[in-house]
């Protein structure tokens, strides 16, 4: 069985849930390997949760010549990776750098790229979100390696294994590759909320909310769910643009999405309509977001928010 490469999401080891979705899909077409960019302990570390959650082998690339540059160096190391071991496909976390790095290994390998897909089948049917999430198409890569990139929240986790195998694996860095290099880089402040792109719950809020997010806030937090906003409420000042869901803003396929004070115009559509079961709380019983909820509830969000909170929070006990 060839193996299938799933490029590891992780900020200093800490593995993000959507590379473990992706050894998911990765076992649908062949033999799971990990691909880790770090130091050989926190390879190490790393390979024992990736081998429960399903890769048989994690090769630990050394990043010491690869952290300081932006990601160009590891599309150069990943190419050198497929050269070895001609893999059935690579999967990547479809965010900025796991789409670039893809793009920049689909130019050196030769390959066909898939971007935001939603599901992967066995034999490398892939479902693919295109045009904002308004249609799901079917494709296959036919040329070179198959490059997938795959949207957070779009397969379980599952136990599987035991630790994967380490295998070390030490790339040649060129200096072209080392042009674009990081200068600073700051941590985000911790909310201590799900990152918005990888959580099963988004609770947003648009200009309904007047500039009090409270109420979201509380039902997100009742939830333990992450808080998106509309562009009207970003552009408003209330919330800061990291927040924004939307065509300019970040694109969120969670298992539940619920949308307060929102109209659902195109534009915020196509940051969430690839939600799994999308709710609106809106007072007016017209407004489009109706037409693409699962459940909606006809009111106004500052009475309907905390009402909810206050019984989710009682049923938690
Ligand atoms: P509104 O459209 O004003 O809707 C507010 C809703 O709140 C209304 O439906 C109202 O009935 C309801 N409401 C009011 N008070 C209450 C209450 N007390 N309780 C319950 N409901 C209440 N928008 C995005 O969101 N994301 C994007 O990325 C984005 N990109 C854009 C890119 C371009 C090029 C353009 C032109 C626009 C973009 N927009 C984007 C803007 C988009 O067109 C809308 O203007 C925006 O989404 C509207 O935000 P809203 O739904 O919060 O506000």
Redesign the pocket.
């Known amino acids: 069985m060839s193996e299938v490469l799933v490029v590891v999401d992780h900020v200093d080891g800490a593995i993000r849930k959507p590379t473990f979705e992706l050894l998911t899909l990765a076992r649908r077409l062949g033999e799971a390997s990990a691909v880790f960019f770090g130091s050989s302990d926190k390879g190490a570390e790393a390979a024992t949760k990736l081998g429960q959650l399903g890769a048989e082998k994690v090769y630990v690339v050394d990043d010491t010549e690869i952290k300081g540059y932006l990601v160009a160096p590891k599309a150069e190391a990943l190419a050198q990776l497929v050269e070895k071991t001609s893999p059935a496909a690579v999967l990547f976390v479809s965010g900025y750098e796991g789409k670039e790095v893809a793009a920049r290994l689909a130019i050196k390998t030769g390959s066909g790229i898939i971007t935001d897909a939603v599901d992967v089948e066995e034999g490398g049917v892939v479902t693919q979100a295109a045009f904002a999430g308004n249609y799901t198409v079917k494709g296959k890569v036919t040329k070179g390696v198959p490059l997938i990139t795959v949207k957070p929240n779009s397969a379980p986790v599952e136990e599987v294994g035991a630790a994967g195998t380490v295998e070390e694996f030490a790339a040649t860095i060129s200096d072209a590759a080392k042009k674009a290099q990081i200068v600073a880089q700051q941590p985000r402040k911790a909310s201590g909320r799900p990152e918005l792109t990888e959580a099963a719950i988004v609770v947003s809020g648009?200009?309904?909310t007047?500039g009090n997010f409270e109420p979201v806030e509380g039902l997100a937090d009742a939830l333990g769910a992450a808080v998106g906003a509309?562009?009207?409420?970003v552009d408003s000042g209330w919330m800061p643009h990291t927040f924004?869901?939307?065509?300019?803003?970040k694109v969120v396929s969670p298992q539940l999405y619920v949308a307060?004070?929102?109209?659902?115009?195109?534009?915020?559509r196509?940051?969430m309509q690839t939600s799994k079961t999308i709710v609106a709380?809106?007072?007016?019983e017209e407004?489009p977001?109706f037409e693409l909820v699962d459940f909606g509830v006809v009111?106004?969000?500052?009475s309907v928010l905390p009402a909810a909170t206050e019984e989710i929070n009682k049923r938690k006990g």
Request: no cysteine.
């Open positions: 648009g200009r309904g007047g509309s562009r009207a409420a924004q869901v939307g065509q300019t803003g307060n004070g929102i109209s659902g115009a195109i534009q915020h196509a940051g709380v809106n007072k007016d407004a977001i009111g106004d969000l500052h």
